[in-house]
């Protein structure tokens, strides 16, 4: 079992920054991929970010392409997520996923919540304009 804890959500004025983290506890979280998820109220969950075990390989949603950056400390244990250009429209709760890195990823499959085996609880991320 891998438990994940988020934290650094907030409020902020558009075209501010957040930074995210992803605190995980159980297992070592360098065996897992990581994501970052988003819910916006009334919304599905939407995928946001990825990242591999290894961080050679990474993939975003166009919506946060250019602005948003994961990373990962290993020897932390720690996902992050560098929010820039913050607009309102990216306020919503603040998901990390992690899924185990014994098989292969594509795309598709790292962008789909059910992928995913652990989740965090969230934190919150208000943008005001």
């Known amino acids: 079992q891998v438990q994940l804890v988020e934290s650094g959500g907030g409020t902020v004025e558009a075209g501010g920054s957040l930074r995210l983290s992803c605190a995980a506890s159980?297992?070592?979280?360098?065996?897992?991929?990581i994501s970052w998820f988003r819910q916006a109220p009334g919304k599905e969950r939407a995928f946001g970010a990825f990242?591999?075990?290894?961080?050679?390989?990474?993939y975003y949603a166009d919506s946060v392409k250019g602005r948003f950056t994961i990373s990962r400390d290993n020897a932390k244990n720690t996902g992050n997520l560098q929010m820039n250009s913050l607009k309102p429209e990216d306020t919503a709760v603040y998901y990390c996923?992690?899924?185990?890195?014994?098989?292969?990823?594509?795309?598709?499959?790292?962008?789909?919540?059910?992928?995913?085996?652990?989740w965090g609880q969230g934190t919150q991320v208000t943008v005001s304009s």
């Open positions: 996923a992690a899924r185990s890195a014994g098989t292969t990823w594509s795309a598709s499959q790292s962008s789909s919540a059910g992928w995913y085996d652990y």
């Open positions: 159980g297992r070592t979280l360098s065996n897992y991929h």
């Open positions: 990242i591999t075990r290894s961080t050679l390989s990474t």
